[in-house]
Structure formats: structure tokens, C-alpha cells
């Protein structure tokens, strides 16, 4: 309802009152929601969007007329969702893909600064398409028996597979047929039965005398041999005799002595067969044989199955050059067997493992572990050098109490098991104890090494349950009003109201799904004061799996020798090729067939099982040689490409040291109240206040929200007790390493144009230190 007061002036006689809509008389008599009768008011009993005008009350008697100012009265109208749209056809014909929905806000649409629609406008999910299946035939029947018309039958059918999907039927005949005789069976067309006997006793004339023949040969044959093996007895007496009289054959003895030389030749008159069948031309990739005494017969002369090597010059063998060597046989597809079971240290002789391993063999830890003590204040939790922090907000824990709450990391083999093609993207995160109670949302921050630039990923949060089974807690993209998932490049800051232990996963939707890998190259002596080893490892960019690598090379005397770097690893099944190149050639020289090495596909893309390095061994040619200077080039196939350069001194009196990490969160792992949060706690008050409050163009919280970048599932925020005090819990999470307020001050500071209540703010509500402390900040 709507009404607007006029009190004409006092006058003789009493004036009239009129109304005017836009300088137009208002008929209250022709519009029954209109009522201008009590005490000259306007009365508009239910307002409609034509009621929006500029509205005078006009009075007037014999000797004068009056006119007040005008009201504008505005009505808006608040936006309203349209009914959604059918599901899309997936985007893929052939596999997973994805198809969509959407709908409008416009049943109604926003009028007059109304609000616009609440929720998400457009829906995703996955879906599978089905892919044609071609036929296949099975293998033949055996053939039937032989038919009176002398020939016999086999099948064949099309179901090996069948086709499916609409794939193609196989192609060819489903039968065959043929004479079961050789041609026989006819004789004058005549059946074989039905030849007279005469030709069936000249038959077997001759075979009886072709019998009685073979006979008298095979007698004279052993005569001949009896008569030798007497022989034989008489000459060489009873402790010597020749088995080969006793078989009737005559054999010849060529006895010559071996040529000198070479060892490793078990004949050397035999000529090595160089027969090659198939060329592939490419790089070649071998395993490193660890020492020159593995170069042994067993070696040389026991290759892998359908093996073959065709060496067209064997100075580029010796330098590992592989470009100009052909590499021949069935089976590509892996360079390198899996399992290792010693320390990459260690290099034993006789050891033919490969060079490309785990870390299994390393002293592990099962669990990386901190804890503080937080009470009603709140504070910040923070795993030194993980990416991994926790925020417990003022007044999540109830007045006069406190909690010891902790936080770890499961170093060991992880117990989330994927299913599928899902990939788990973060480490497994537990915090505690889980029977503690919050009243607000607590934000944990887990990194991750998904790049979510593209909507290749579906990315979901589980969490353990007491059982050890692992169930999903809600999808990236979802709507949802138990958390809260806030998806930025490097991190995901989860808003919760119950600890326990959680881990983020994707799916890749297409090929172009992307995992960031983290490539750093390592050196250290070895135990020959000549050799050098360098250590090339792949891991996920994730803050903590770099640090696991950094604790086990510290433990082995390794050295960072340049700035890690990010490589896009793409979900599209092409493996991964380590090589060194440009080292120079009369300093230093390599292992045979070790300058590239290949890591098949699987393992990267499932590195965070275990840390993966690949090594190569460098050795001196003087001990007088104290500079080291190489590429390492890391490359996926198809795919991104990086350069490590390496730029070192061996001496650990000339060495650079390159420092692992940062230590902006390492020193104080535990902060507890107000200086564990970057906005003071009396303008927090006041920023909650003057947003919580409900406003005619719709809430300000979530104008907050969308200066914060804050644009979806904004129902969650809605059933909290104070949206705006969780909304700025998950800036301080996003903000922990920010040294300043810029960012929630430029928030702020565009909000404040149009809405006057945050000019009360003043330095008489506030404590004085926090007022200069956001005055510095330009807050």
C-alpha cells in the first residue's frame, strides 16, 4: 500500500483538492485501487508497476490555487527465473563430455532497480556417448563331415565383436565350401563307389610293389651298419663307440680353434643376423646398465624377445646419441620395467634397475603433523611450507573454552583409490579432533595442481568417513548449503562446520584437462670422487609434494641447481621424455643409452603415489674439472615443453645455494587472536553491520560477495546467521599472504558510491589503533 499526505492550506472558503498524476486529474471513481476521500490522502491500496509516477496534490478555492512539490514513487519489480531449458545434446559424439541447461531471469524481469535472480543460470553435467562398435569376425569352424556330393562345410560369425552403436557388419562370406577329396571323388562323373574293380585291383598292385621295395632298401641299410659298427669295435676295442653307427649316419668332425681377440664372441665365424624388418625412427630411449661390468655375455647375447638393434655407428652409441639410431621390435611400450628397492644413492654394480624409480625405498613419514591451542578470539593454523592452512573465526568456539586443534598431512601411500579416470589433485588433509563443535564455518585452504583457467576438470571434495571409505562431499560447481568450495588457481579455501579428513579429486571432461607439474633438477657427488649424478624430478605443483621431495634430498646431500618450473601436463595418454643435452664433450661425458629417458603416461599422471625422479650420471674426465654446465629438456610428446638450465660448480666451497622455499609461513605456525586476522576486529563489526542489514535494492552482503569475486552459490551465505562476517572469513583465508587490505578496500570503496551508510564509519566508533591501522591500508 501506498499513501501519499496533503494538507492544503486553511482558507474561506475551504479549498478543493485535486490530485494529479503526472499533470494529469486522477479519476479515483474510474480505478477502484485508487482513494483519494480520506483527509485529501492518495491511497493506492496494492502497488502496481503503472502506479510509477510523479504524483501533486493541487488545492484550490474562488480566490487561489496551490500546488505542493511532486512525489516520484518508483515501484520495482525483483527478478524471477524462467522455467529451465531441456538438457543439451552432449558435446562429444564419441566418449565423456558434457551438456547443459540454462534459464533466464526474466518471469519477471528486473524492472526499476529490482533485484536479479538469485542462483546460477546455467547447469552443467556429465555425459557418456555412446562409440559405434565395428563387427569382427570369429575365428572358422572346423570343417563338416564330407557330404555325398563330396565337399564339406565351415562357418564363421560376427560377434567377435558384434556390431554395436551402429558400427559396420563385418565384410566377407560367413561360409565356405570345398571339395574334400583333392578332386578325387569324380572319376567319369561317377561316384568313387561305382568304379569298377579292375581299377581298384591295378591300385593296389602297385602299392604292394612299391612296399615290397622300400623293404629291400631298408634291409641293405642295415647291413651296411652292422657291418660298420663291427668295424668300429675291432679298431677301437670295447670303451669306444660311435652312436653314429648305430643310427645308420655318417657324420664329419671339423675341429678348429677359437680366434682370439674378443671374449665376448662365443663363435666368431658366425655372422651376426643385422635382418631388419621394421623401422622406428625416433628417438631411442634404453635403460641405463649402472656400470660397465653389466656389459657381460648375458648381457650381449640374451636380448629382449623380437628384439632387435641395427647400430650404424658406434661413436653415437657410446655417447648416448640417439637420433642417429634405428630401434626394431613389437613392443613399445615402455622403456623402462617398474619397482626399485634401493636408494638412488647407492649404485651397486650388479644393480639393473632402472633409472627412472619411486621413492619407496626412502625412510617415509606417514604423517605431517601441527597443532595449536585456539579459544573464543579464534586463529590461524598453518602447515610451514604445505600451502595447507586453517582459519577458526572469532566466536566459533564458545566463550571459556578452548580446544588443542591439529592438522596434518598423510605422507604415505595415499587411501583415497581413484575410480576410474578420476585423479586425485591435493594431498589427504585431516583436522581435529572431529567431536568439536563450531558455531561458525571454519575455512580450510588445500592446495592443487588442477589448472581450472578452462572447464576441462570436474572437480569434486570428499571426505573420509570413520570406516575409511571415502564419499563425496559436494562438486566445485555445485549448489550447495552445507559448504561452501571457493576454486582459485593454485588453492581451494573450503568453508566447513565439521573436521575431519578431506582431499579434492578431478575428472578431466576432454583431452585438454591439465595437470601442473613442478620440474627441478638436483646434484650431488657420489661416492667416486670422478662421477656426478643429477636428479630430474616431476611433481604435482603443489607446495607439499615439493617439500617431500626437498626433505629426501636434503637427507641425501642434494642441491637444488635452478628455480623450479611449472610444465602443463595434458590428460591426452602421451608420455613424458627426460633428456640432457649440450654437455660439453672433452670435460665430462655420460652413461651409454641414458641421454633420454621416457616415463610412460600413467605414471605422471598418477605421480602423486609416489615422487618421480629420473637420474642421469655424469662422470669426469679430470679431477681438475670443477664447472658443470647442461640443459635438461622435459617435454611431454605433443605437448608443453621446459628447459632446466644447469649452471653449477661441484665444490661445495663454489656452490650458489638456492633457497628451497620462502619463509613467509614457516615461523609461526600457530597464531591466535586478533593477530592472526588482517582486518581488525572493531571495523569487522562494523563492516557486518552495516551489510547484514537487509536493504530495498536486496541484501548488501552480496553486492560484498560480488566485489569479492564471491558470484556463485550464494545460498549458502544466505542461511548464515551473519553472511557477512563468512564472507570476509574466506577473504582472510584467500588473503593470508597478502601484505595489505587493497583488495577489500577497492571492494569497499566502489560499494561505498552507492550506499551512504558507510560514511558513519567514523574514528569515534572505532579503537584508535585499528583506525590508523586501515588508514595506512586505505581502508
Given at each position: 500500500m501506498i499513501v501519499l499526505h496533503c494538507r492544503p492550506p486553511e482558507g474561506v472558503p475551504a479549498a478543493e483538492v485535486e490530485w494529479l498524476k503526472n499533470e494529469e486529474p486522477i479519476d479515483s471513481e474510474q480505478d477502484e485501487n485508487i482513494d483519494t476521500r480520506a483527509d485529501h490522502n492518495l491511497i493506492i491500496r496494492q502497488a502496481r508497476l503503472s502506479d510509477s509516477g510523479n504524483y501533486t496534490c493541487m488545492a484550490a478555492n474562488i480566490v487561489a490555487k496551490r500546488r505542493s512539490l511532486s512525489a516520484t514513487v518508483v515501484v520495482y519489480v525483483n527478478g524471477g527465473w524462467s522455467s529451465w531449458t531441456e538438457w543439451s545434446a552432449c558435446n562429444v559424439r564419441c566418449g565423456r563430455g558434457w551438456q547443459k541447461r540454462s534459464r533466464t531471469c526474466t518471469n519477471p524481469a528486473p524492472l526499476n532497480g529490482g533485484a536479479f535472480c538469485e542462483g546460477m543460470s546455467v547447469q552443467k553435467i556429465t555425459c557418456t556417448s555412446l562409440c559405434p562398435v565395428d563387427?569382427?569376425?570369429?575365428?572358422?569352424?572346423?570343417?563338416?563331415?564330407?557330404?555325398?556330393?563330396?565337399?564339406?562345410?565351415?562357418?564363421?560369425?560376427?560377434?567377435?565383436?558384434?556390431?554395436?552403436?551402429?558400427?559396420?557388419?563385418?565384410?566377407?562370406?560367413?561360409?565356405?565350401?570345398?571339395?574334400?577329396?583333392?578332386?578325387?571323388?569324380?572319376?567319369?562323373?561317377?561316384?568313387?563307389?561305382?568304379?569298377?574293380?579292375?581299377?581298384?585291383?591295378?591300385?593296389?598292385?602297385?602299392?604292394?610293389?612299391?612296399?615290397?621295395?622300400?623293404?629291400?632298401?631298408?634291409?641293405?641299410?642295415?647291413?651296411?651298419?652292422?657291418?660298420?659298427?663291427?668295424?668300429?669295435?675291432?679298431?677301437y676295442g670295447v670303451d669306444v663307440i660311435d652312436s653314429s653307427a648305430l643310427t645308420g649316419g655318417f657324420q664329419t668332425f671339423n675341429f678348429k680353434t677359437v680366434r682370439q681377440g674378443n671374449s665376448l664372441l662365443l663363435n666368431s665365424s658366425m655372422q651376426p643376423d643385422l635382418t631388419v624388418s621394421r623401422t622406428y625412427s625416433g628417438p631411442i630411449c634404453l635403460q641405463d646398465p649402472l656400470d660397465k661390468e653389466l656389459m657381460t655375455e648375458s648381457s650381449l647375447f640374451n636380448p629382449l624377445s623380437d628384439i632387435k638393434v641395427k647400430v650404424q655407428s658406434s661413436f653415437m652409441v657410446s655417447l648416448g646419441v640417439s637420433e642417429r639410431a634405428e630401434y626394431h621390435g613389437k613392443n613399445h611400450s615402455g622403456t623402462f620395467p617398474h619397482g626399485n628397492n634401493r636408494s638412488f644413492s647407492t649404485m651397486h654394480p650388479r644393480n639393473k634397475t632402472p633409472y627412472i624409480q619411486n621413492m619407496s625405498s626412502l625412510p617415509t613419514r606417514t604423517e605431517l603433523r601441527t597443532t595449536g591451542v585456539f579459544g573464543h578470539l579464534g586463529g590461524r593454523l598453518v602447515m610451514p611450507n604445505t600451502g595447507v592452512s586453517l582459519l577458526i573465526p572469532h566466536g566459533a568456539i564458545p566463550e571459556e573454552n578452548s580446544w588443542e586443534i591439529y592438522m596434518s598431512i598423510n605422507q604415505?601411500?595415499?587411501?583415497l583409490q581413484s575410480d576410474g579416470s578420476e585423479?586425485?589433485?591435493?594431498?589427504?588433509?585431516?583436522?581435529?579432533?572431529?567431536?568439536?563443535?563450531?558455531?561458525?564455518?571454519?575455512?580450510?585452504?588445500?592446495?592443487?595442481?588442477?589448472?581450472?583457467?578452462?572447464?576441462?576438470?570436474?572437480?569434486?571434495?570428499?571426505?573420509?568417513?570413520?570406516q575409511g571409505k571415502w564419499e563425496e562431499v559436494m562438486s566445485v560447481e555445485d549448489e550447495s548449503t552445507s559448504c561452501y568450495c571457493l576454486l582459485d588457481p593454485f588453492a581451494c579455501h573450503v568453508?566447513?562446520?565439521?573436521?575431519?579428513?578431506?582431499?579434492?579429486?578431478?575428472?578431466?571432461?576432454?583431452?585438454?584437462?591439465?595437470?601442473?607439474?613442478?620440474?627441478?633438477?638436483?646434484?650431488?657427488?657420489?661416492?667416486?670422487?670422478?662421477?656426478?649424478?643429477?636428479?630430474?624430478?616431476?611433481?604435482?605443483?603443489?607446495?607439499?609434494?615439493?617439500?617431500?621431495?626437498?626433505?629426501?634430498?636434503r637427507h641425501q646431500g642434494g642441491q637444488?641447481?635452478?628455480?623450479?618450473?611449472?610444465?602443463?601436463?595434458?590428460?591426452?595418454?602421451?608420455?613424458?621424455?627426460?633428456?640432457?643435452?649440450?654437455?660439453?664433450?672433452?670435460?665430462?661425458?655420460?652413461?651409454?643409452?641414458?641421454?633420454?629417458?621416457?616415463v610412460p603416461f600413467s605414471r605422471v599422471w598418477c605421480s602423486n603415489r609416489q615422487p618421480l625422479h629420473c637420474a642421469f650420471s655424469l662422470e669426469r674426465y679430470t679431477p681438475t674439472t670443477t664447472q658443470l654446465s647442461c640443459k635438461i629438456c622435459i617435454r611431454q610428446l605433443k605437448g608443453h615443453e621446459q628447459i632446466l638450465q644447469v649452471q653449477t660448480s661441484i665444490l661445495e666451497s663454489e656452490r650458489e645455494t638456492i633457497t628451497f622455499f620462502a619463509q613467509e609461513d614457516s615461523t609461526f605456525p600457530a597464531?591466535?587472536?586478533?593477530?592472526?586476522?588482517?582486518?581488525?576486529?572493531?571495523?569487522?563489526?562494523?563492516?557486518?553491520?552495516?551489510?547484514?542489514?537487509?536493504?530495498?535494492?536486496?541484501?548488501?552482503?552480496?553486492?560484498?560477495?560480488?566485489?569479492?569475486?564471491?558470484?556463485?552459490?550464494?545460498?549458502?551465505?544466505?542461511t548464515q546467521s551473519s553472511p557477512s562476517a563468512v564472507i570476509l572469513n574466506l577473504w582472510e583465508a584467500r588473503h593470508q599472504h597478502d601484505g595489505d587490505l587493497d583488495s577489500l578496500a577497492c571492494a569497499l570503496e566502489e560499494i561505498g558510491r552507492t550506499h551512504t551508510k558507510l560514511s558513519n564509519i567514523t574514528e569515534s566508533q572505532l579503537d584508535e589503533a585499528d583506525f590508523n591501522y586501515s588508514r595506512q591500508n586505505g581502508l
Open positions: 563387427g569382427s569376425w570369429e575365428v572358422w569352424s572346423e570343417w563338416s563331415v564330407c557330404s555325398p556330393e563330396c565337399e564339406h562345410l565351415r562357418i564363421r560369425e560376427c560377434t567377435a565383436p558384434p556390431p554395436r552403436n551402429g558400427g559396420k557388419f563385418c565384410e566377407g562370406l560367413s561360409q565356405e565350401s570345398e571339395n574334400c577329396t583333392d578332386g578325387l571323388c569324380i572319376l567319369d562323373k561317377k561316384p568313387l563307389h561305382e568304379i569298377k574293380p579292375q581299377s581298384i585291383e591295378n591300385a593296389s598292385d602297385i602299392a604292394l610293389y612299391s612296399g615290397l621295395g622300400a623293404a629291400v632298401v631298408a634291409v641293405a641299410v642295415l647291413v651296411i651298419g652292422v657291418t660298420l659298427y663291427r668295424r668300429s669295435q675291432s679298431d604415505g601411500e595415499p587411501s585423479v586425485l589433485l591435493s594431498p589427504e588433509v585431516t583436522c581435529g579432533p572431529p567431536d568439536m563443535i563450531v558455531t561458525t564455518p571454519f575455512a580450510l585452504t588445500i592446495p592443487h595442481c588442477a589448472d581450472v583457467s578452462s572447464e576441462h576438470w570436474n572437480i569434486h571434495l570428499k571426505k573420509r568417513t570413520q568453508l566447513l562446520d565439521s573436521f575431519g579428513t578431506y582431499a579434492l579429486t578431478g575428472e578431466p571432461i576432454t583431452d585438454c584437462a591439465v595437470k601442473q607439474l613442478k620440474v627441478a633438477v638436483f646434484g650431488c657427488m657420489s661416492c667416486n670422487s670422478l662421477d656426478y649424478n643429477l636428479r630430474v624430478y616431476c611433481v604435482d605443483n603443489t607446495p607439499w609434494a615439493f617439500q617431500e621431495v626437498v626433505s629426501d634430498e637444488l641447481l635452478e628455480e623450479p618450473k611449472l610444465l602443463h601436463f595434458k590428460g591426452n595418454t602421451f608420455s613424458l621424455q627426460i633428456s640432457i643435452l649440450d654437455i660439453p664433450p672433452f670435460l665430462w661425458r655420460i652413461k651409454p643409452f641414458t641421454a633420454c629417458q621416457e597464531q591466535t587472536g586478533p593477530k592472526a586476522f588482517k582486518i581488525p576486529y572493531s571495523i569487522r563489526q562494523r563492516i557486518c553491520a552495516t551489510f547484514d542489514t537487509p536493504n530495498a535494492k536486496g541484501k548488501d552482503w552480496q553486492m560484498l560477495a560480488q566485489k569479492n569475486s564471491i558470484n556463485r552459490n550464494l545460498s549458502y551465505f544466505a
